[in-house]
Nanobody
Framework: VQLQASGGGLVQAGGSLRLSCAAS????????MGWFRQAPGKEREFVAAISRSGERIGVTDSMKGRFTISRDNAKNTVYLQMNSLKPEDTAVYYC????????????????WGQGTQVTVSS
């Protein structure tokens, strides 16, 4: 499966962005999906994950209440809605596909998108 992340950009603190991850090839509904992010000089960090059906969701504690993950299997697309953005949310955001339900470690993911840059200005 090929993953294409989009929707990043420059936003002021307190603003919102919605990232999309479109899957092609094998349908994304076959996989559990996740979002990670990586800021300059830092390790890749788990953000959120969603099961194949969308019934099980996991979000990193520090992002709960601000970030929401969802999916539309008919469109082979997974979304990450990000609200109340902070400068520390600045990073490249990656979507990924996993065989493990709500996987939170990068090694559990088989396929990765190319990443989309999110920059939050203060």
């Amino acid at each position: 499966v090929q993953l294409q992340a989009s929707g990043g950009g420059l936003v002021q603190a307190g603003g919102s962005l919605r990232l999309s991850c479109a899957a092609s090839g094998r349908t994304s509904s076959t996989y559990n999906m996740g979002w990670f992010r990586q800021a300059p000089g830092k390790e890749r960090e788990f953000v959120a994950a969603i099961s194949r059906s969308g019934e099980r969701i996991g979000v990193t504690d520090s992002m709960k209440g601000r970030f929401t993950i969802s999916r539309d299997n008919a469109k082979n697309t997974v979304y990450l809605q990000m609200n109340s953005l902070k400068p520390e949310d600045t990073a490249v955001y990656y979507c990924a596909a996993s065989g493990t339900v709500v996987a939170s470690t990068a090694s559990q993911y088989y396929y990765w998108g190319q990443g989309t840059q999110v920059t939050v200005s203060s």
